[in-house]
C-alpha cells in the first residue's frame, strides 16, 4: 500500500470497530449546512427555496455586514428562514484587504474589529453557532512582514470578549498558502488558539479543499482536530461538486463519526467556489439558477449516498 492508503486504512478499521462496539454512535446522521456566499447576488428567499428543495436544513450565512448599513436584517433573514424550515448553522466571517486582522495599516485592524463586533451580534441574533474567523486577509499570499502572526492576535484579542459576550464559538479557519499569508494547517490553528488564550475563540474551522494541499492526510487532520472543529467546508478536489473530482469522501466521513461529529452544534458545509487564487469575487457574481440547483442536487445526493453506503454496509 502507499502511504495514504495505510492511513486511510487504519481510519477505516477503527470505524468499523466503532460501528460494532458503539452502534447507538450512528443513530443521528451528520448535519448538513451549506454556505451561501458564494451564491453570489442572490436573494435569501431563492437561496431558502434551493436548499429546502434539496433536503438542507442549515446555511452558513454570508458575513456580510461590513458597515452598519449593510447585510441581512436579523429579523427579516428568521422569517425567510422560518418558511424553509431551515435554521442558521453559523456565519462565514469574510476578511479582505480592508479588514484584516493582521494588517500592518491601523485603520484595517480596526475595520476588523468593528467587522467582528456587528458579526458576532448578528450571528447570535439569528441562533448562529459559530463565526469564522480568518487571522490574516484572503487573497493576500504575501506577508506583510515577520509581525503578522502577533499582530493578529493582538488584534483579535481586542474584540474576543464579545464572543463570550454572545456565546458564539470563534472558529480560526486555516487557510492554502495560495490565497492567505499565516495560518494555513490545523496545527497553525491550534497554536495559534492556544497562544490566544482566550475562551471566546476555542475552535477550528476547517475546510477539506485548502486541508488537500497543506495536510499531509485529510483523515488525520480531521482526528487532530477533534472536538475543536465546529464546521467543515466541503468541496470536490476541483472545489467544485461533490463527486466531481478525486477527494476521498469516504475516508473524511469515517474521520468525523470517529471524532464524534454527529451531534448538534456541528455542521459540514457544501462550499464549493471553483478554482483560483482569490474567491471573494463570487460573492458578487449573477446567480445561474440552473447551475446552482444542479450544484447543490448532486453535492447533497452524492454525500448522503456515500454516508448511507459507509453506516449501513
Not at 204 to 216: L, R, S
Not at 287 to 311: C, G, H, M, S
Request: include cysteine; proline fraction near 4%.
Amino acid at each position: 500500500m502507499q502511504n495514504y492508503e495505510l492511513k486511510n486504512e487504519s481510519i477505516k478499521k477503527m470505524f468499523r470497530e466503532l460501528k460494532q462496539t458503539h452502534p447507538e454512535r450512528f443513530a443521528k446522521r451528520l448535519n448538513l449546512s451549506w454556505s451561501n456566499w458564494g451564491f453570489g447576488f442572490e436573494s435569501l428567499v431563492d437561496t431558502a427555496k434551493r436548499l429546502n428543495k434539496y433536503g438542507v436544513n442549515y446555511i452558513e450565512l454570508h458575513g456580510n455586514h461590513y458597515s452598519q448599513d449593510l447585510g441581512y436584517r436579523h429579523q427579516e433573514v428568521l422569517e425567510v428562514l422560518r418558511d424553509y424550515h431551515i435554521e442558521v448553522s453559523g456565519v462565514c466571517g469574510m476578511f479582505s484587504k480592508e479588514n484584516d486582522l493582521s494588517s500592518n495599516i491601523a485603520r484595517h485592524r480596526q475595520e476588523a474589529i468593528d467587522y467582528i463586533r456587528r458579526e458576532t451580534e448578528f450571528t447570535a441574533s439569528v441562533k448562529g453557532h459559530y463565526l469564522l474567523v480568518v487571522p490574516g486577509a484572503v487573497g493576500r499570499p504575501q506577508k506583510y512582514d515577520d509581525m503578522e502572526w502577533s499582530r493578529s492576535q493582538e488584534t483579535l484579542l481586542h474584540v474576543a470578549d464579545e464572543f463570550c459576550k454572545w456565546t458564539v464559538k470563534g472558529a480560526i479557519e486555516p487557510i492554502r498558502a495560495a490565497e492567505t499569508s499565516l495560518v494555513h494547517t490545523i496545527s497553525d490553528a491550534q497554536s495559534y488558539i492556544k497562544e490566544l488564550n482566550h475562551p471566546g475563540i476555542q475552535h477550528i474551522n476547517g475546510d477539506i479543499y485548502h486541508m488537500q494541499v497543506e495536510e499531509t492526510h485529510i483523515g488525520e487532520a480531521i482526528m487532530q482536530a477533534g472536538d475543536q472543529l465546529v464546521n467543515l467546508h466541503l468541496a470536490d478536489s476541483n472545489r467544485g461538486a461533490l463527486g466531481d473530482g478525486h477527494i476521498d469522501l469516504d475516508t473524511i466521513i469515517m474521520a468525523l463519526y470517529l471524532i464524534g461529529f454527529n451531534q448538534e452544534g456541528r455542521f459540514v458545509s457544501p462550499e464549493p467556489l471553483g478554482p483560483g487564487g482569490d474567491p471573494y469575487p463570487a460573492m458578487y457574481g449573477r446567480p445561474d439558477k440552473e447551475k446552482l440547483d444542479a450544484l447543490v442536487r448532486q453535492t447533497v445526493n452524492y454525500f448522503r449516498e456515500r454516508e448511507a453506503y459507509l453506516i449501513e454496509s
